[in-house]
């Protein structure tokens, strides 16, 4: 079984502050996602790393895969209240009818006022 | 365009009784997963179809659980009878492109799930 281990499984933080988060595997992925879901919602997807060592921006958001494929981690900066939700990573495995997904269990994060 | 519908949002029952839920595709996506999220947990997928055949249920109960894509559009999820355990937000997902997206057509949209407490 490919696991996916989210760190830390928690965070709350005021506004204004920086904030990493980790997801890590043992097993290498064709593609690492990040994705936010937002209470009574479905999650949505963030963005998507395929090559091992690149970096994707999205506004306040960093994200980077590792070298080996093996390692993600999202970079918030001056994090606002709306970003609170929950964060989850999920790899990519499978081409075609038998594309599917193996997710992390999250990390929760609360951006206070 | 419309998401992924899902119904009802939200269901209470008794355990040992029997519950269905239900999912209405983005229009022409052909691959339609269904996951179960237990509270603190990320989604974890219980079966996957590619228009109505079965791609992988290795992780679904059969024992008590049971889903069906007929005519390759929407689906049903069942839980027959249903545990303590089984309390948890029932996610659909289809996969395709969306009208207007730049996003690839192996992304994956995510209903808003149905929200399941046995007592």
């Known amino acids: 079984t490919q696991l996916l281990e989210q760190s830390p499984q928690f965070l709350s933080i005021q506004e204004g502050e920086n904030l990493t988060v980790y997801c890590n595997s043992s097993s290498v992925f064709s593609s690492l996602q990040w994705y936010r879901q937002e209470p009574g919602e479905g999650p949505v997807l963030l963005v998507t790393?395929?090559?091992?060592?690149e970096v994707k921006k999205l506004k306040r958001l960093t994200f980077q895969f590792g070298d080996a494929r093996k390692d993600s981690s999202l970079h918030i900066t001056a994090a606002q209240p709306g970003d609170t939700g929950l964060y989850l990573c999920?790899?990519?495995?499978?081409?075609?009818?038998?594309?599917?997904?193996?997710f992390g269990k999250g990390t929760l994060l609360t951006v206070n006022p | 365009e419309a998401g992924v519908a899902q119904s009802p949002r939200y269901k209470i029952i008794e355990k040992r009784q029997s519950v269905a839920f239900w999912c209405n595709p983005i229009s022409g996506h052909a691959t339609l997963y269904w996951y179960q999220q237990i509270l603190g947990q990320g989604p974890k997928l219980l079966i996957q179809?590619?228009?109505?055949?079965?791609?992988?249920d290795s992780q679904l109960p059969k024992d008590r659980f049971s889903a069906e894509r007929l005519k390759g559009v929407d689906s049903t999820l069942k839980i027959q009878p249903a545990k303590l355990e089984d309390s948890a937000v029932y996610l659909c997902?289809?996969?395709?492109?969306?009208?207007?997206?730049?996003?690839?057509?192996?992304?994956?949209?995510f209903g808003p799930g149905t929200r399941l407490t046995v007592l």
């Open positions: 179809f590619q228009n109505n055949g079965v791609v992988d």
């Open positions: 997902a289809t996969r395709g492109s969306l009208r207007g997206s730049p996003r690839s057509p192996d992304t994956q949209y």
């Open positions: 790393v395929v090559t091992g060592g």
């Open positions: 999920a790899g990519a495995r499978g081409g075609g009818s038998n594309y599917k997904l193996t």
